[in-house]
Protein backbone atom coordinates (compact mmCIF):
# COMPACT_ATOMS: atom_id res chain seq x y z
CA UNK A 1 0.00 0.00 0.00
CA UNK A 2 1.32 3.01 -0.76
CA UNK A 3 1.17 6.71 0.57
CA UNK A 4 1.07 9.59 -2.66
CA UNK A 5 4.00 11.82 -3.12
CA UNK A 6 2.98 15.37 -2.64
CA UNK A 7 2.24 17.77 -5.48
CA UNK A 8 -0.99 19.20 -7.38
CA UNK A 9 -1.61 15.42 -8.49
CA UNK A 10 -2.56 14.45 -4.75
CA UNK A 11 -4.72 17.78 -4.31
CA UNK A 12 -6.55 17.42 -7.28
CA UNK A 13 -7.32 13.66 -6.00
CA UNK A 14 -8.06 14.80 -3.03
CA UNK A 15 -10.44 17.81 -3.56
CA UNK A 16 -12.49 15.31 -6.30
CA UNK A 17 -12.85 12.54 -3.55
CA UNK A 18 -13.56 15.08 -1.11
CA UNK A 19 -16.66 16.45 -3.14
CA UNK A 20 -17.76 12.72 -5.21
CA UNK A 21 -18.04 11.22 -1.72
CA UNK A 22 -19.63 14.18 0.43
CA UNK A 23 -16.79 15.17 2.35
CA UNK A 24 -16.62 19.03 1.12
CA UNK A 25 -18.13 21.14 -1.16
CA UNK A 26 -17.20 24.42 -2.69
CA UNK A 27 -20.30 27.24 -1.21
CA UNK A 28 -22.96 28.44 -3.26
CA UNK A 29 -21.73 25.84 -5.24
CA UNK A 30 -24.74 26.02 -7.84
CA UNK A 31 -24.52 29.99 -7.98
CA UNK A 32 -20.57 29.61 -9.37
CA UNK A 33 -19.11 29.40 -5.91
CA UNK A 34 -18.41 31.86 -3.32
CA UNK A 35 -14.17 31.93 -2.96
CA UNK A 36 -12.61 30.30 -0.20
CA UNK A 37 -15.82 29.08 1.55
CA UNK A 38 -16.34 25.40 1.91
CA UNK A 39 -19.18 23.43 3.63
CA UNK A 40 -19.03 20.06 4.52
CA UNK A 41 -20.94 16.97 3.63
CA UNK A 42 -22.70 14.15 5.27
CA UNK A 43 -18.90 12.36 6.00
CA UNK A 44 -16.67 15.99 6.23
CA UNK A 45 -18.94 16.61 9.10
CA UNK A 46 -18.53 13.16 11.12
CA UNK A 47 -14.87 13.76 10.19
CA UNK A 48 -14.49 17.12 11.84
CA UNK A 49 -17.12 16.07 14.58
CA UNK A 50 -14.18 13.10 15.30
CA UNK A 51 -11.02 16.15 15.12
CA UNK A 52 -12.77 18.40 17.63
CA UNK A 53 -14.30 15.55 19.30
CA UNK A 54 -10.40 14.15 19.95
CA UNK A 55 -8.83 17.76 20.88
CA UNK A 56 -11.52 18.43 23.43
CA UNK A 57 -10.85 15.27 25.47
CA UNK A 58 -7.24 16.14 25.10
CA UNK A 59 -7.34 19.59 25.91
CA UNK A 60 -10.00 19.82 28.34
CA UNK A 61 -12.29 16.30 29.55
CA UNK A 62 -8.69 14.55 30.25
CA UNK A 63 -7.12 17.68 32.19
CA UNK A 64 -8.19 19.08 35.84
CA UNK A 65 -6.61 22.35 34.88
CA UNK A 66 -8.29 22.98 31.58
CA UNK A 67 -11.85 24.52 31.72
CA UNK A 68 -13.92 25.00 28.29
CA UNK A 69 -15.96 27.85 27.27
CA UNK A 70 -18.29 28.87 24.10
CA UNK A 71 -18.33 32.72 23.70
CA UNK A 72 -20.31 34.34 20.93
CA UNK A 73 -18.62 35.20 17.69
CA UNK A 74 -19.84 38.87 18.13
CA UNK A 75 -18.42 40.81 21.12
CA UNK A 76 -18.39 44.66 21.11
CA UNK A 77 -15.56 46.34 18.38
CA UNK A 78 -13.52 47.60 21.39
CA UNK A 79 -12.24 43.86 22.01
CA UNK A 80 -10.73 44.13 18.48
CA UNK A 81 -8.88 47.69 19.01
CA UNK A 82 -7.89 46.29 22.10
CA UNK A 83 -6.20 43.50 20.86
CA UNK A 84 -4.97 45.49 18.15
CA UNK A 85 -7.13 43.98 15.46
CA UNK A 86 -8.23 47.39 13.88
CA UNK A 87 -4.89 49.05 13.82
CA UNK A 88 -2.88 45.73 12.46
CA UNK A 89 -4.19 42.89 11.67
CA UNK A 90 -3.29 42.96 7.64
CA UNK A 91 -1.71 41.56 4.86
CA UNK A 92 0.28 42.45 2.42
CA UNK A 93 -1.60 43.16 -0.57
CA UNK A 94 -0.44 43.73 -4.38
CA UNK A 95 -2.36 44.08 -7.63
CA UNK A 96 -1.16 42.43 -11.05
CA UNK A 97 -1.15 45.06 -13.47
CA UNK A 98 -1.72 42.83 -16.46
CA UNK A 99 -5.17 40.86 -15.31
CA UNK A 100 -5.72 42.89 -11.99
CA UNK A 101 -5.51 39.87 -9.73
CA UNK A 102 -5.58 40.73 -5.12
CA UNK A 103 -2.31 38.94 -4.70
CA UNK A 104 -0.30 37.87 -1.00
CA UNK A 105 3.03 39.64 -1.60
CA UNK A 106 4.87 37.72 1.15
CA UNK A 107 3.27 34.45 -0.62
CA UNK A 108 4.02 35.47 -4.27
CA UNK A 109 7.94 35.92 -2.32
CA UNK A 110 7.45 32.93 -0.52
CA UNK A 111 7.03 30.79 -3.71
CA UNK A 112 10.61 32.17 -5.27
CA UNK A 113 12.22 31.32 -1.53
CA UNK A 114 12.07 34.91 0.09
CA UNK A 115 10.77 34.55 3.75
CA UNK A 116 8.21 37.69 4.30
CA UNK A 117 5.73 38.04 6.96
CA UNK A 118 2.69 39.84 7.72
CA UNK A 119 4.77 41.88 10.95
CA UNK A 120 7.11 43.43 8.02
CA UNK A 121 6.45 47.00 7.60
CA UNK A 122 5.07 48.11 4.03
CA UNK A 123 8.40 49.34 3.11
CA UNK A 124 10.29 46.46 3.64
CA UNK A 125 7.79 44.16 2.11
CA UNK A 126 7.93 46.60 -1.07
CA UNK A 127 11.57 47.08 -0.69
CA UNK A 128 11.79 42.94 -1.49
CA UNK A 129 8.80 43.07 -4.34
CA UNK A 130 10.92 45.56 -6.50
CA UNK A 131 14.34 43.43 -5.66
CA UNK A 132 12.22 40.29 -6.79
CA UNK A 133 9.54 41.87 -9.00
CA UNK A 134 10.84 39.90 -12.43
CA UNK A 135 11.22 36.49 -11.12
CA UNK A 136 7.78 36.55 -9.39
CA UNK A 137 4.59 35.04 -11.95
CA UNK A 138 1.37 36.63 -11.23
CA UNK A 139 -0.15 33.01 -10.64
CA UNK A 140 -3.03 33.48 -12.88
CA UNK A 141 -1.72 35.27 -15.83
CA UNK A 142 2.24 34.74 -15.57
CA UNK A 143 3.16 38.25 -15.72
CA UNK A 144 5.52 40.13 -13.82
CA UNK A 145 4.56 43.44 -12.86
CA UNK A 146 2.65 44.23 -9.98
CA UNK A 147 1.10 47.32 -8.07
CA UNK A 148 3.25 48.32 -4.63
CA UNK A 149 2.04 46.31 -1.65
CA UNK A 150 -0.21 47.64 0.74
CA UNK A 151 -1.42 47.04 3.90
CA UNK A 152 -5.09 45.19 3.95
CA UNK A 153 -7.02 44.88 7.04
CA UNK A 154 -8.44 41.26 7.45
CA UNK A 155 -11.39 42.00 10.02
CA UNK A 156 -14.78 40.90 8.45
CA UNK A 157 -17.28 43.88 9.56
CA UNK A 158 -21.15 43.98 9.96
CA UNK A 159 -24.16 46.28 10.73
CA UNK A 160 -25.00 43.63 13.44
CA UNK A 161 -26.89 46.21 15.78
CA UNK A 162 -27.10 49.21 13.52
CA UNK A 163 -29.76 50.53 12.27
CA UNK A 164 -28.61 53.82 10.62
CA UNK A 165 -27.95 52.42 7.04
CA UNK A 166 -24.09 53.27 7.37
CA UNK A 167 -22.72 50.56 9.26
CA UNK A 168 -19.08 51.17 7.86
CA UNK A 169 -18.88 54.09 10.01
CA UNK A 170 -19.44 52.04 13.14
CA UNK A 171 -18.70 48.72 12.26
CA UNK A 172 -19.04 45.25 14.44
CA UNK A 173 -16.19 42.50 13.71
CA UNK A 174 -16.63 39.02 13.59
CA UNK A 175 -14.70 37.52 15.97
CA UNK A 176 -11.08 37.28 13.56
CA UNK A 177 -9.40 34.58 16.34
CA UNK A 178 -11.49 33.00 19.12
CA UNK A 179 -8.70 33.60 22.03
CA UNK A 180 -10.07 37.06 22.49
CA UNK A 181 -13.48 35.67 23.63
CA UNK A 182 -10.96 33.98 26.06
CA UNK A 183 -9.35 36.68 27.49
CA UNK A 184 -12.26 38.71 27.95
CA UNK A 185 -13.59 36.15 30.06
CA UNK A 186 -10.53 35.45 32.01
CA UNK A 187 -12.38 37.34 35.32
CA UNK A 188 -15.60 35.09 35.00
CA UNK A 189 -13.71 31.77 34.82
CA UNK A 190 -11.18 32.72 37.36
CA UNK A 191 -14.21 32.97 39.61
CA UNK A 192 -16.83 30.48 38.29
CA UNK A 193 -14.16 27.90 38.59
CA UNK A 194 -11.67 28.98 41.67
CA UNK A 195 -8.84 27.38 39.47
CA UNK A 196 -5.60 28.26 40.50
CA UNK A 197 -2.61 29.35 38.39
CA UNK A 198 -1.42 27.78 36.40
CA UNK A 199 -4.77 26.95 34.27
CA UNK A 200 -6.23 26.78 30.81
CA UNK A 201 -9.35 28.30 29.06
CA UNK A 202 -10.36 25.94 25.77
CA UNK A 203 -13.00 26.91 23.11
CA UNK A 204 -13.42 25.81 19.56
CA UNK A 205 -15.55 27.96 17.12
CA UNK A 206 -15.82 29.76 14.05
CA UNK A 207 -13.54 32.91 13.03
CA UNK A 208 -13.90 35.19 9.72
CA UNK A 209 -10.93 36.71 8.04
CA UNK A 210 -10.85 38.68 4.93
CA UNK A 211 -7.96 36.69 3.33
CA UNK A 212 -6.48 37.92 0.18
CA UNK A 213 -5.47 34.62 -1.33
CA UNK A 214 -8.70 31.99 -2.22
CA UNK A 215 -6.35 29.05 -2.48
CA UNK A 216 -5.19 25.85 -1.36
CA UNK A 217 -8.96 24.70 -0.55
CA UNK A 218 -9.96 23.60 3.13
CA UNK A 219 -6.24 24.96 4.22
CA UNK A 220 -7.17 28.63 3.85
CA UNK A 221 -11.07 29.62 4.04
CA UNK A 222 -12.52 32.65 4.81
CA UNK A 223 -15.25 31.18 7.51
CA UNK A 224 -13.36 28.14 9.69
CA UNK A 225 -13.18 26.74 12.89
CA UNK A 226 -10.47 27.13 15.22
CA UNK A 227 -9.20 25.20 18.76
CA UNK A 228 -7.73 27.14 20.95
CA UNK A 229 -6.40 26.78 24.21
CA UNK A 230 -4.96 29.72 26.27
CA UNK A 231 -2.94 29.06 29.07
CA UNK A 232 -2.10 31.15 32.16
CA UNK A 233 0.38 31.30 34.21
CA UNK A 234 2.99 32.81 36.78
CA UNK A 235 5.17 35.13 34.64
CA UNK A 236 8.36 33.02 36.07
CA UNK A 237 6.46 29.89 34.69
CA UNK A 238 6.25 30.71 31.38
CA UNK A 239 8.89 29.45 29.57
CA UNK A 240 8.64 26.35 31.94
CA UNK A 241 5.06 25.34 31.21
CA UNK A 242 5.75 26.66 27.45
CA UNK A 243 8.46 23.75 26.91
CA UNK A 244 5.93 21.19 28.38
CA UNK A 245 3.21 22.72 25.91
CA UNK A 246 5.17 21.96 22.98
CA UNK A 247 5.95 18.44 23.98
CA UNK A 248 1.93 17.44 24.50
CA UNK A 249 1.02 19.18 21.31
CA UNK A 250 3.34 17.46 19.69
CA UNK A 251 3.10 13.71 20.73
CA UNK A 252 -1.19 14.71 20.48
CA UNK A 253 -0.62 14.78 16.79
CA UNK A 254 1.65 11.62 17.16
CA UNK A 255 -1.67 9.60 18.97
CA UNK A 256 -4.39 11.30 16.45
CA UNK A 257 -2.44 9.12 14.09
CA UNK A 258 -0.40 11.72 11.65
CA UNK A 259 2.67 10.15 10.91
CA UNK A 260 6.02 11.89 12.47
CA UNK A 261 7.69 12.01 9.03
CA UNK A 262 5.08 14.71 7.91
CA UNK A 263 5.54 16.70 11.02
CA UNK A 264 8.25 19.42 11.96
CA UNK A 265 8.48 22.60 14.19
CA UNK A 266 9.16 25.81 12.54
CA UNK A 267 10.49 28.46 14.80
CA UNK A 268 9.30 31.86 14.17
CA UNK A 269 12.28 34.42 13.32
CA UNK A 270 11.15 37.54 13.72
CA UNK A 271 8.30 38.01 16.23
CA UNK A 272 5.82 40.68 17.20
CA UNK A 273 6.99 42.58 20.15
CA UNK A 274 5.31 41.04 22.96
CA UNK A 275 6.32 37.59 22.34
CA UNK A 276 8.22 35.56 23.88
CA UNK A 277 8.49 32.80 21.70
CA UNK A 278 6.86 31.19 18.54
CA UNK A 279 6.92 28.04 16.90
CA UNK A 280 4.24 26.25 14.51
CA UNK A 281 3.72 22.50 14.02
CA UNK A 282 3.80 22.28 10.45
CA UNK A 283 2.40 19.48 8.76
CA UNK A 284 3.51 18.19 5.05
CA UNK A 285 0.59 19.16 2.85
CA UNK A 286 0.08 18.07 -0.72
CA UNK A 287 1.64 21.38 -1.40
CA UNK A 288 4.50 21.28 1.20
CA UNK A 289 5.02 21.69 4.65
CA UNK A 290 3.17 24.27 5.83
CA UNK A 291 1.35 26.06 9.49
CA UNK A 292 -1.24 23.23 11.07
CA UNK A 293 -0.91 24.89 14.44
CA UNK A 294 0.73 27.91 16.42
CA UNK A 295 2.43 26.86 19.72
CA UNK A 296 2.97 30.84 21.13
CA UNK A 297 4.37 32.21 24.49
CA UNK A 298 2.56 35.36 24.56
CA UNK A 299 3.45 37.42 27.63
CA UNK A 300 1.07 39.13 29.64
CA UNK A 301 0.46 41.43 26.24
CA UNK A 302 -3.26 40.02 26.00
CA UNK A 303 -4.57 40.96 29.63
CA UNK A 304 -2.42 44.00 29.65
CA UNK A 305 -4.25 45.38 27.07
CA UNK A 306 -7.59 44.44 27.56
CA UNK A 307 -7.30 45.66 31.13
CA UNK A 308 -6.23 48.75 29.45
CA UNK A 309 -8.72 49.20 27.28
CA UNK A 310 -12.11 48.33 29.64
CA UNK A 311 -10.35 50.28 32.14
CA UNK A 312 -11.14 46.59 34.68
CA UNK A 313 -8.51 45.01 36.73
CA UNK A 314 -7.55 41.58 35.42
CA UNK A 315 -4.68 41.25 38.24
CA UNK A 316 -4.66 37.59 39.37
CA UNK A 317 -3.65 37.37 43.77
CA UNK A 318 -1.70 34.16 44.51
CA UNK A 319 -3.85 32.65 47.24
CA UNK A 320 -0.43 31.56 49.13
CA UNK A 321 2.12 34.95 48.99
CA UNK A 322 -1.14 36.99 47.91
CA UNK A 323 0.93 38.84 45.06
CA UNK A 324 -0.97 40.53 42.43
CA UNK A 325 0.05 40.07 38.99
CA UNK A 326 -0.96 40.18 35.84
CA UNK A 327 -0.75 36.39 33.73
CA UNK A 328 1.43 35.67 31.59
CA UNK A 329 -0.08 33.57 28.77
CA UNK A 330 0.93 30.44 26.51
CA UNK A 331 -1.24 29.41 23.55
CA UNK A 332 -1.79 26.42 21.31
CA UNK A 333 -3.96 27.36 17.98
CA UNK A 334 -5.41 25.01 15.13
CA UNK A 335 -7.99 25.11 12.51
CA UNK A 336 -10.81 22.11 12.16
CA UNK A 337 -10.51 22.54 8.64
CA UNK A 338 -6.27 22.48 8.33
CA UNK A 339 -6.73 18.92 10.60
CA UNK A 340 -9.60 17.86 8.37
CA UNK A 341 -6.97 18.62 5.62
CA UNK A 342 -3.82 16.96 7.39
CA UNK A 343 -5.54 13.84 8.22
CA UNK A 344 -6.67 13.03 4.68
CA UNK A 345 -3.70 13.95 3.63
CA UNK A 346 -2.19 11.02 6.07
CA UNK A 347 -4.87 8.74 5.33
CA UNK A 348 -5.12 8.68 1.35
CA UNK A 349 -3.43 5.26 -0.21
CA UNK A 350 -3.60 3.80 -3.48
CA UNK A 351 -2.68 0.75 -4.12
CA UNK A 352 -3.21 -2.05 -7.08
CA UNK A 353 -5.79 -5.05 -6.39
CA UNK A 354 -6.66 -7.72 -8.97
CA UNK A 355 -5.25 -5.17 -11.74
CA UNK A 356 -7.29 -1.83 -10.14
CA UNK A 357 -6.19 1.06 -8.46
CA UNK A 358 -7.87 1.08 -4.78
CA UNK A 359 -8.10 3.77 -3.19
CA UNK A 360 -8.06 3.93 0.81
CA UNK A 361 -8.51 6.54 3.31
CA UNK A 362 -6.67 4.49 5.86
CA UNK A 363 -8.09 6.77 9.13
CA UNK A 364 -7.15 5.71 12.51
CA UNK A 365 -10.51 4.14 13.94
CA UNK A 366 -11.26 6.71 16.17
CA UNK A 367 -11.90 9.55 13.28
CA UNK A 368 -12.94 7.45 10.57
CA UNK A 369 -16.49 9.05 9.76
CA UNK A 370 -18.61 6.03 9.02
CA UNK A 371 -16.97 2.62 11.25
CA UNK A 372 -18.71 -0.48 10.06
CA UNK A 373 -20.76 -1.03 7.06
CA UNK A 374 -23.11 -3.46 6.77
CA UNK A 375 -23.90 -5.13 3.10
CA UNK A 376 -26.27 -7.87 2.71
CA UNK A 377 -24.95 -9.78 -0.04
CA UNK A 378 -28.76 -10.04 -2.13
CA UNK A 379 -31.22 -6.87 -1.80
CA UNK A 380 -34.05 -9.38 -1.84
CA UNK A 381 -36.14 -8.71 1.67
CA UNK A 382 -34.90 -12.36 2.62
CA UNK A 383 -31.57 -10.49 3.58
CA UNK A 384 -32.33 -7.06 3.82
CA UNK A 385 -34.53 -7.32 6.72
CA UNK A 386 -32.47 -9.18 8.93
CA UNK A 387 -29.59 -7.04 7.45
CA UNK A 388 -31.52 -3.86 8.01
CA UNK A 389 -32.17 -4.99 11.79
CA UNK A 390 -28.16 -5.78 12.60
CA UNK A 391 -27.37 -2.37 10.81
CA UNK A 392 -29.86 -1.16 13.31
CA UNK A 393 -28.77 -2.84 16.54
CA UNK A 394 -24.77 -1.49 15.83
CA UNK A 395 -26.34 1.97 15.81
CA UNK A 396 -27.80 1.72 19.08
CA UNK A 397 -24.65 0.28 20.70
CA UNK A 398 -23.34 3.71 19.36
CA UNK A 399 -21.41 3.03 16.12
CA UNK A 400 -21.52 5.30 13.13
CA UNK A 401 -23.41 2.67 10.48
CA UNK A 402 -23.66 2.64 6.62
CA UNK A 403 -26.19 0.31 5.10
CA UNK A 404 -25.58 -0.24 1.62
CA UNK A 405 -26.88 -2.97 -1.04
CA UNK A 406 -26.98 -1.95 -4.34
CA UNK A 407 -23.49 -3.14 -6.59
CA UNK A 408 -21.74 -5.97 -6.32
CA UNK A 409 -19.92 -6.82 -2.95
CA UNK A 410 -16.73 -6.03 -4.34
CA UNK A 411 -18.03 -2.80 -5.67
CA UNK A 412 -19.41 -1.39 -2.27
CA UNK A 413 -16.26 -2.96 -0.23
CA UNK A 414 -14.46 -0.23 -2.52
CA UNK A 415 -16.67 2.21 -1.87
CA UNK A 416 -15.95 1.87 1.94
CA UNK A 417 -12.49 1.91 1.42
CA UNK A 418 -12.44 4.57 0.16
CA UNK A 419 -14.11 6.92 2.79
CA UNK A 420 -12.20 5.22 5.13
CA UNK A 421 -14.31 2.61 6.87
CA UNK A 422 -12.81 0.41 9.08
CA UNK A 423 -14.83 -2.95 9.01
CA UNK A 424 -17.47 -4.22 6.66
CA UNK A 425 -19.77 -6.67 7.91
CA UNK A 426 -21.57 -9.21 5.27
CA UNK A 427 -24.71 -10.86 5.84
CA UNK A 428 -25.21 -13.83 3.52
CA UNK A 429 -27.73 -16.69 3.35
CA UNK A 430 -25.45 -18.75 5.65
CA UNK A 431 -26.57 -16.12 8.21
CA UNK A 432 -30.01 -16.70 8.18
CA UNK A 433 -29.09 -20.40 9.08
CA UNK A 434 -26.04 -19.95 11.46
CA UNK A 435 -26.72 -16.14 13.33
CA UNK A 436 -23.25 -15.50 12.09
CA UNK A 437 -22.12 -12.79 9.82
CA UNK A 438 -18.19 -12.04 8.06
CA UNK A 439 -16.19 -8.60 9.04
CA UNK A 440 -14.08 -7.91 6.53
CA UNK A 441 -10.81 -5.05 7.36
CA UNK A 442 -10.17 -2.33 5.54
CA UNK A 443 -5.91 -2.56 5.50
CA UNK A 444 -5.69 -6.49 5.53
CA UNK A 445 -9.02 -7.65 3.50
CA UNK A 446 -8.70 -10.31 5.71
CA UNK A 447 -12.26 -11.79 6.73
CA UNK A 448 -13.28 -13.65 9.76
CA UNK A 449 -17.04 -14.76 10.91
CA UNK A 450 -18.90 -13.83 13.96
CA UNK A 451 -21.98 -15.04 15.54
CA UNK A 452 -24.16 -11.82 15.28
CA UNK A 453 -24.72 -11.77 19.20
CA UNK A 454 -21.06 -10.92 19.66
CA UNK A 455 -20.56 -8.59 16.40
CA UNK A 456 -21.26 -5.16 18.86
CA UNK A 457 -18.33 -6.63 21.00
CA UNK A 458 -16.03 -7.47 18.45
CA UNK A 459 -16.50 -4.40 16.37
CA UNK A 460 -15.36 -2.51 19.73
CA UNK A 461 -12.91 -4.63 20.53
CA UNK A 462 -11.24 -3.90 17.28
CA UNK A 463 -12.13 -0.27 16.88
CA UNK A 464 -10.56 0.15 20.24
N1 LIG B 1 -4.91 33.11 18.33
C1 LIG B 1 -3.81 32.92 17.47
C2 LIG B 1 -4.18 32.76 16.07
O1 LIG B 1 -5.31 32.89 15.67
P1 LIG B 1 -3.12 32.19 13.74
O2 LIG B 1 -1.76 31.68 13.40
O3 LIG B 1 -3.60 33.37 12.99
O4 LIG B 1 -3.10 32.48 15.30
C3 LIG B 1 -4.04 29.84 14.34
O5 LIG B 1 -4.17 31.01 13.57
C4 LIG B 1 -4.43 28.62 13.53
O6 LIG B 1 -5.73 28.80 12.97
C5 LIG B 1 -3.53 28.36 12.32
O7 LIG B 1 -2.39 27.61 12.70
C6 LIG B 1 -4.45 27.56 11.42
O8 LIG B 1 -4.48 26.19 11.80
C7 LIG B 1 -5.81 28.18 11.69
N2 LIG B 1 -6.11 29.22 10.68
C8 LIG B 1 -5.73 30.51 10.67
N3 LIG B 1 -6.21 31.15 9.61
C9 LIG B 1 -6.93 30.25 8.91
C10 LIG B 1 -7.69 30.29 7.70
N4 LIG B 1 -7.84 31.42 7.02
N5 LIG B 1 -8.28 29.15 7.27
C11 LIG B 1 -8.17 28.00 7.97
N6 LIG B 1 -7.47 27.90 9.11
C12 LIG B 1 -6.86 29.01 9.59
Known amino acids: MSELSRGPELMEKIVSLCKRRGFVYPSSEIYGGFAAVYDYGHLGVELANNVKEAWWKAIVRYRDDIVGLDSAIFTSPRVWEASGHVGGFSDPLAECKSCHSRLRVDH ?52 LGNFTGDWEKEPVYLRGETCQGIYVNFANVLNASRKRLPFGIAQIGKAFRNEITARQFIFRTREFEQMEMQYFTPPD ?75 QELLYTDPVTNEKYLPHII ?120 PISELAAEIKKRLA
Open 108 to 159: LLEDVGVMADEKMSEEEINALLSEHMKEIKCPKCGKSDFSPAKKFNLLVKSN
Open 237 to 311: QEMVEYEKLRAIRWQYYLDLGLKEENLKWHKHENLVFYAKEAYDIEYNFPFGFKELEGVHARGNYDLTQHSKFSG
Open 331 to 450: ECSVGVGRTVLAVITDAYHEEMVDDEIRVVLRFPYKLAPVKVAILPLSKKEELSVPAKEVAQMLREADLTVEYDETQSIGKRYRRQDEIGTPLCVTFDFDSLEDKAVTIRDRDTMEQVRV
